[in-house]
């Protein structure tokens, strides 16, 4: 027997079960990142489908284009030092001074590569007016270097009410500022103010939140280095994995076609980058805690990506049910286009959570060396797939050769945690069946409701609000009906239900 820990039994299974305490402030720390990552893209989703609006696609796409470079450029010179200072049991002030140092020539050193493009990005990107504004967001870049690394503790002492504050200052301010300009101008570079003036918040901000005053020093950027250097690798490679359409689309597509596609990838991704990946993100600080304990280690992240999973399995495939309605009411008949791309990256945003999360069991068990060659060989097998993909079937085929290439590297994934004796995929199957059962469930009764004549007769924001509500019922009464008939397990599915009645039974009180 593990100290600090017990094994309970419910029916066949054994469940190892993690110290309450710890298991509380994870799942504590979880809501609150969940909370954040939800109210933060529900603003950014809400001035983006007003700004849609307002100025249309080939508009937008001329700052996606920008967005794009930018964001490359920045996690290319990434050094995941917030990761090493989370992970390192011993820190001391000499390595948060230096690790803020490292961030301000990060940031120089981008901004500079930012500016460098400036005098030919209309022609190269053909999309005239980019250049401009790449030389103010490579002024944001510069300024979020210089925020206080004493941020970083919110995280690693699982005080995430404090990062949601800060975060949340700096989109109001991107809301604001944005939606302000753009009814005024009516024009793309409501976004680029926008964000130079969420930077300028963000910077404030983080010093007035933390006490913590960093000092310029390189000191301990030897001590550092044995940490980062894997972190720098899989920050570069992760990178190129992430912004890997975006590259393509950047040369080859129009900015209608880069709209298109990253209003897709961001609505589509909601499910998964916005409620699911926060849960597991959360646990990766509490995984620290559990030292040595492997056994109390992958029990943790067995269960929060399960959970994870409840979330995104049903609200991924909710979007693919709903894509043309959905499109149609929030952004416009001008948008109809980017539907099939929705369903398809709603796909592709559930098989992220799996790929993407399975960093904090990396990382915990102080193996970023395989998490760097996982993200390489996702890489390698999706780059060739995802241009043959565009080339014979346009947007749609780079897609769904995306998902294709996410499904091949969750292979490799599980094989690479199953090598570091994290098992996958029997427990999260036996956590997991249930929800399946109900998004079958779900599927069927939405389908059956659009094939009625009468059903299609009806206006957009009914078919919207009806299936929607239709599709949740049918879920929830399937997955309660399964776990009750299985005998009330212990799992995702009987956390949610345990959560939902603690709070009826404090609204009653």
């Known amino acids: 027997m593990v100290a600090g820990a017990t094994v309970t039994t419910i029916g066949r299974h054994a469940t190892f079960m993690t110290d ?85 020539l990060r940031g120089l050193v981008t901004a500079l590569a930012i500016l460098a493009l400036v005098p030919f990005a209309d022609a190269w990107f ?109 920050e570069t490679i992760q990178a190129f994995s992430s912004k890997l359409e975006g590259l393509i689309l950047l040369k080859m597509a129009t900015p209608t076609e880069v709209a298109f596609y990253n209003r897709a ?54 979007l693919v049910l709903v894509a043309d309605s959905l499109v149609t009411v929030l952004l416009g008949l001008a948008w109809l286009p980017m539907a099939p791309l929705l369903e398809i990256l709603a796909l592709r945003g559930i098989l992220r959570v799996i790929n993407a999360n399975s960093g904090s069991a990396f990382i915990a068990a102080g193996r970023v060396d395989l998490l760097t060659k996982t993200t390489t060989f996702g890489i390698v097998t999706r780059l060739p797939m995802i241009i043959l993909g565009y080339m014979y079937g346009g947007l749609n085929g780079l897609a769904w050769a995306s998902v294709f290439a996410a499904t091949i590297s969750i292979g490799g994934t599980c094989y690479a945690l199953n090598y570091i004796g994290v098992p996958v995929v029997r427990p999260l199957f036996a956590r997991l069946w249930r929800v399946m059962l109900g998004c079958v469930g779900m599927i069927a009764a939405v389908r059956l409701l659009q094939a009625s004549p009468d059903w299609a007769r009806l206006d957009d924001l009914t078919h919207l609000l009806g299936e929607s509500v239709i599709g949740a019922a049918v879920f929830t009464l399937v997955t309660l009906a399964a776990w009750v008939l299985g005998g009330r397990p212990s799992g995702p599915d009987a956390t949610l239900v345990s959560v939902i009645a603690a709070r009826l039974r404090r609204r009653r009180a």
């Open 126 to 234: 053909q999309a005239p007016g980019v250049g401009a504004m790449l030389a103010v967001l490579a002024l944001a870049t510069l300024l979020r270097g210089f925020e206080n690394i004493g941020m970083v503790d919110f995280r690693r002492d699982l005080e995430f009410d404090k990062e949601f504050r800060f975060l949340l200052y700096r989109r109001i301010t991107m809301f604001v500022v944005a939606l302000a300009i753009a009814f005024i101008w009516r024009t793309a570079w409501a976004m680029v103010m926008a964000t130079l003036a969420a930077a300028v918040v963000g910077l404030v901000m983080s010093f007035l939140m933390s006490p913590m005053r960093p000092r310029l020093t390189l000191a301990a950027w030897r001590d550092l280095f044995h940490f980062v250097k894997w972190m720098f690798a899989y």
């Open 20 to 104: 309450p305490s710890l298991n509380r402030r994870v799942g504590i720390s979880a809501v609150w990142t969940v909370m954040t990552r939800l109210m933060l893209q529900s603003m950014g989703i809400v001035s983006s489908i007003v700004i849609a609006r307002l100025l249309g696609p080939e508009e937008v796409g001329v700052f996606e284009k920008a967005v794009i470079i930018t964001g490359f450029l920045d996690m290319l010179t990434a050094m995941g030092l917030e990761t090493a200072l989370v992970g390192r049991r011993d820190r001391l002030q000499v390595h948060y001074d230096t690790a803020w140092t490292l961030n301000i």
């Open 265 to 318: 990838n961001e609505i589509g991704g909601t499910p998964s980058t916005e409620i699911a990946m926060p849960i597991v993100r959360a646990v990766l600080p509490g995984m620290m805690k559990t030292g040595d304990d492997q056994l109390r280690r992958n029990e943790m992240f067995i269960s929060f990506m399960a959970l994870a999973l409840t979330v995104a399995l049903p609200a991924g495939l909710g």
